[in-house]
């Protein structure tokens, strides 16, 4: 499984903050615009829990496995597999989801004047933050469920070729 790459969510965020400010316009400019709904930063920061919530409950358990406790559960490779997947889903679309919001909430600050436009602008930033805190919990995640390097294959354990 490939690690998540920073600049690879980076560049989905900013890809789709563009298009997203550029749809706002536009959208604008023919009569309303979509709302940010209210739910959007909750839903993310629900995610968020969930992601860091698995990551501390596998975090613990190896460490637990390591010090061999009595009575320490381990920790099955394939769920901690499938929480890495969900995980990476999880960040991407998360990028994508903060860079749509981003650009919705960049456009909103042109109207500021407007109390429901601001509302929304205000929706939009908690969405973004709470889209960063998603794609740190993945992150987090996946540091956690990283196997360790192998002797054998780094080189380090072996002897020199003569």
Request: with cysteine; glycine share 10%; aromatic share 6%.
């Amino acid at each position: 499984m490939r690690e998540l790459r920073i600049r690879m969510l980076a560049g989905v965020f900013a890809v789709a903050g563009v298009l997203s400010w550029a749809g706002a316009r536009l959208w604008n400019s023919i009569g309303t615009l979509p709302s940010v709904p209210l739910a959007a930063p909750i839903v993310l920061a629900l995610i968020a829990t969930v992601l860091l919530a698995t990551a501390l409950s596998i975090r613990s358990r190896l460490k637990a496995q390591r010090e061999r406790r009595p009575g320490a559960k381990g920790v099955d490779p394939l769920m901690a597999a499938r929480a890495v997947v969900f995980g990476q889903a999880s960040a991407l679309v998360a990028a994508l989801v903060c860079g749509m919001y981003g650009g919705t909430g960049i456009f909103l600050l042109e109207v500021l004047d407007v109390p429901a436009r601001r509302d929304q602008a205000i929706y939009a930033g908690f969405s973004v933050l709470a889209g960063i805190a998603v794609i740190a919990a993945a992150i987090f995640l996946e540091r956690v469920c990283r196997l360790p390097e192998d002797d054998e294959h780094n080189g380090a354990g072996t002897a020199p070729a003569a």
